[in-house]
């Protein structure tokens, strides 16, 4: 009998006054019984809609069905035939606006909590059972992945399972990509990453961190040392800056820095680490995405009293996720809305505060998002010490200007042909946030996965 409630079973979490002194992860996850009851709301439509709205269509009422029997290993099974990262997944898809936006269950009431369900397999799978992912047999084909984000160690995966000798080569001394070093711990714990990447390995895939492609060797050098493809997942780490007077002061950190050196150089836990991090009681962080949200719950976390959210429109075109807003206003994220910086200031080189303009929505623009028009005459100082620009990131330019014959766009993106995910180079491949710009981790995938498949008919042609 399926369970006709008309919410989601809720998942436990950390208390909000409680969890902004930790940076242990803030939902806890379901529990054996809880995940049994919300996987019995699901109707296993024949459909199917659900599917459709998943990137890399994992079959999810034949997972959902699984748990409904308590069958959790055979459902964590069933997920992996199509995503490699599903612990990960879980937690950081949008999944709002993907599964669960096509969810039945979701026009009169929630729709079932697929990525909760999602986590809770692959949560159980690692603690219970025992690890028997194999190496295959090598074809003796050799594949070059650089970066090892979301898009190539899927890319890597997929391709490590159908024979080939990967080789992922990785700037940052600890793979992982944003996973690591962009979403904080209480969001996506870095022990789980790791266990996630180690299963990668365990296919056979090698990673060779420290190695900065386009200084330490170029993609040329790789074809020349017998690599045959090469996928490129370098991800959209450069980050954007507003062009305001005092964004040099000392005090203004790109999210990226600031988010680098709490979650990758553990800086939270200064001095036992040795980065160092500093915030001031009042904190702006300005934008509206998911890497604003993380920066201002990292600097609540930090110690801040006072964490403004600094953004030009309102709430409604936030493209954060939903919960994330929610869990920022529950942990006493103050927003601004509607609100856009005009300059920084400061005193003998230090940041003291930030003249605000107010402003009103006008006509759509070209995202179709209304655009915000200045109010005339409504500067405000807000007074703060700290500010954190969390505004878009775009590729950093490295590899298109070491690499010939590579095809980009003027914003810096690399041009591939979209159902191949080839670039203009031969047997160069691309995907993730350096072909779209800043994007989602399930989709990054799902390119990796995309090109793997691309590459392996290439090179059996
Ligand atoms: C703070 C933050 C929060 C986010 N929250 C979410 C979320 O909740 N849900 C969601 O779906 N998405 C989220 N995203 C977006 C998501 O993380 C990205 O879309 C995704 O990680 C892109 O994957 P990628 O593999 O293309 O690139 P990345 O994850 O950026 O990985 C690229 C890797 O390539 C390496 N690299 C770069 N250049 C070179 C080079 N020249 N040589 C060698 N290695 C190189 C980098 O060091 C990095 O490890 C968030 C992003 C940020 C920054
Ligand atoms: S749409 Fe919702 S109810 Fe239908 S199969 Fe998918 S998860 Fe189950």
């Given at each position: 009998m399926p369970n006709m409630s008309l919410k989601k079973v809720p998942m436990p979490e950390q208390d909000s006054k409680i969890r902004t002194?930790?940076?242990?992860?803030v939902a806890l996850g379901y529990t054996e019984e809880q995940a049994v009851e919300e996987a019995l709301?699901?109707?296993?439509?024949?459909?199917?809609?659900c599917v459709k709205g998943c990137p890399v269509n994992v079959p999810i009422p034949e997972f959902i069905k699984e748990i409904a029997a308590g069958e959790f290993k055979k459902a964590y099974e069933i997920i992996v035939r199509e995503n490699r990262l599903p612990a990960i997944c879980g937690r950081v898809c949008p999944q709002e606006s993907q599964c669960e936006g096509n969810c039945?269950?979701?026009?009169?009431?929630?729709?079932?909590g697929i990525g909760r369900l999602e986590r809770f397999a692959a949560d159980y799978y690692m603690k219970n059972v025992k690890n028997d992912v194999k190496e295959v047999e090598k074809n003796g084909k050799r594949v070059a992945v650089v970066g090892a984000g979301p898009a190539g160690l899927t890319c890597a995966g997929e391709l490590a399972k159908m024979g080939y000798e990967v080789t992922i080569f990785e700037?940052?001394?600890?793979?992982?990509?944003v996973l690591m070093y962009g979403i904080p711990e209480f969001r996506l714990p870095k022990a789980l990453v790791e266990r996630e990447i180690e299963n990668i390995r365990k296919l056979g895939v090698k990673i060779e961190t420290n190695v900065l492609v386009?200084?330490?060797?170029t993609i040329d050098e790789l074809f020349e040392e017998g690599y045959q493809a090469v996928f490129i997942?370098?991800?959209?780490g450069l980050p954007k800056f507003?062009?305001?007077?005092?964004?040099?002061?000392?005090?203004?950190?790109?999210a990226n820095e600031f988010l680098t050196r709490s979650n990758?150089?553990?800086?939270?836990d200064f001095p036992n680490s040795p980065t160092p991090i500093k915030v001031g009681k009042n904190v702006a962080v300005i934008g509206g995405g998911n890497v604003a949200m993380d920066a201002a719950r990292t600097a609540k976390r930090l110690g801040a009293e006072n964490v403004y959210i600094v953004y030009r429109r309102s709430e409604e075109e936030m493209p954060a996720r939903l919960e994330e807003i929610h869990h920022a206003k529950e942990e006493g994220i103050q927003m601004k809305l509607l609100t856009n910086p005009v300059r920084i200031l400061g005193k003998e080189g230090w940041v003291t505060g930030m003249e605000c303009i107010e402003m009103e929505l006008g006509e759509p623009d070209a995202s179709g998002r209304r655009r915000p028009v200045p109010k005339a005459g409504s500067e405000f100082i807000l007074p703060v010490e700290t500010v954190i620009i969390a505004i878009g990131q775009t590729p950093n330019p490295l590899i298109r200007q070491t690499t010939e014959g590579l095809d980009t766009h003027s914003w810096g993106g690399i041009i591939v042909?979209?159902?191949?995910?080839?670039?203009?180079?031969?047997n160069v491949y691309a995907g993730g946030d350096v072909v779209t710009g800043a994007a989602t981790v399930i989709l990054a995938m799902g390119a990796g996965k995309k090109a793997a498949k691309a590459i392996h008919e290439r090179l059996n042609k």
């Amino acid at each position: 009998m399926p369970n006709m409630s008309l919410k989601k079973v809720p998942m436990p979490e950390q208390d909000s006054k409680i969890r902004t002194k930790n940076f242990s992860e803030v939902a806890l996850g379901y529990t054996e019984e809880q995940a049994v009851e919300e996987a019995l709301r699901c109707l296993q439509c024949k459909h199917k809609p659900c599917v459709k709205g998943c990137p890399v269509n994992v079959p999810i009422p034949e997972f959902i069905k699984e748990i409904a029997a308590g069958e959790f290993k055979k459902a964590y099974e069933i997920i992996v035939r199509e995503n490699r990262l599903p612990a990960i997944c879980g937690r950081v898809c949008p999944q709002e606006s993907q599964c669960e936006g096509n969810c039945v269950r979701g026009i009169k009431g929630e729709p079932v909590g697929i990525g909760r369900l999602e986590r809770f397999a692959a949560d159980y799978y690692m603690k219970n059972v025992k690890n028997d992912v194999k190496e295959v047999e090598k074809n003796g084909k050799r594949v070059a992945v650089v970066g090892a984000g979301p898009a190539g160690l899927t890319c890597a995966g997929e391709l490590a399972k159908m024979g080939y000798e990967v080789t992922i080569f990785e700037a940052l001394h600890t793979p992982g990509g944003v996973l690591m070093y962009g979403i904080p711990e209480f969001r996506l714990p870095k022990a789980l990453v790791e266990r996630e990447i180690e299963n990668i390995r365990k296919l056979g895939v090698k990673i060779e961190t420290n190695v900065l492609v386009g200084r330490s060797i170029t993609i040329d050098e790789l074809f020349e040392e017998g690599y045959q493809a090469v996928f490129i997942g370098s991800g959209a780490g450069l980050p954007k800056f507003m062009g305001i007077e005092g964004e040099n002061l000392n005090g203004v950190y790109a999210a990226n820095e600031f988010l680098t050196r709490s979650n990758l150089m553990k800086a939270y836990d200064f001095p036992n680490s040795p980065t160092p991090i500093k915030v001031g009681k009042n904190v702006a962080v300005i934008g509206g995405g998911n890497v604003a949200m993380d920066a201002a719950r990292t600097a609540k976390r930090l110690g801040a009293e006072n964490v403004y959210i600094v953004y030009r429109r309102s709430e409604e075109e936030m493209p954060a996720r939903l919960e994330e807003i929610h869990h920022a206003k529950e942990e006493g994220i103050q927003m601004k809305l509607l609100t856009n910086p005009v300059r920084i200031l400061g005193k003998e080189g230090w940041v003291t505060g930030m003249e605000c303009i107010e402003m009103e929505l006008g006509e759509p623009d070209a995202s179709g998002r209304r655009r915000p028009v200045p109010k005339a005459g409504s500067e405000f100082i807000l007074p703060v010490e700290t500010v954190i620009i969390a505004i878009g990131q775009t590729p950093n330019p490295l590899i298109r200007q070491t690499t010939e014959g590579l095809d980009t766009h003027s914003w810096g993106g690399i041009i591939v042909k979209e159902e191949t995910m080839e670039t203009s180079k031969e047997n160069v491949y691309a995907g993730g946030d350096v072909v779209t710009g800043a994007a989602t981790v399930i989709l990054a995938m799902g390119a990796g996965k995309k090109a793997a498949k691309a590459i392996h008919e290439r090179l059996n042609k």
